[in-house]
């Protein structure tokens, strides 16, 4: 696998974990949200297909760069 690609797949699920030492964790008063760096925030998903990504014409760059303009701050890859 290529660098490029493994970064482009593994920056989601760290960047939280690497920006604070601080866990997102469930908000104490409204399970239905989060609480990161003691403000709620809501988790924003896109959710692609593993093949689309393993896809050589995916446009990885294109793609991340579109869910950070459209405000989404998390993604997850299915295998199924």
């Known amino acids: 696998m290529?660098?490029?690609l493994?970064?482009?797949l593994l920056v989601p699920f760290l960047t939280l974990s690497l920006l604070s030492a601080d866990p997102i964790r469930?908000?104490?008063k409204n399970p239905?949200?989060?609480e990161w760096q003691h403000r709620t925030i809501a988790l924003i998903t896109s959710g692609e297909h593993y093949g689309s990504v393993l896809n050589l014409d995916f446009d990885y760059p294109r793609y991340l760069q579109t869910?950070?303009?459209d405000g989404i701050n998390s993604a997850r890859i299915t295998f199924w």
Do not use: E, I, T, V
Request: glycine letters at 0%; hydrophobic letters at 45%.
């Open 67 to 69: 869910l950070a303009d």
């Open 6 to 8: 493994r970064a482009a």
């Open 2 to 4: 290529k660098a490029p």
């Open 32 to 34: 239905h949200w989060f």
């Open 26 to 28: 469930q908000h104490p």
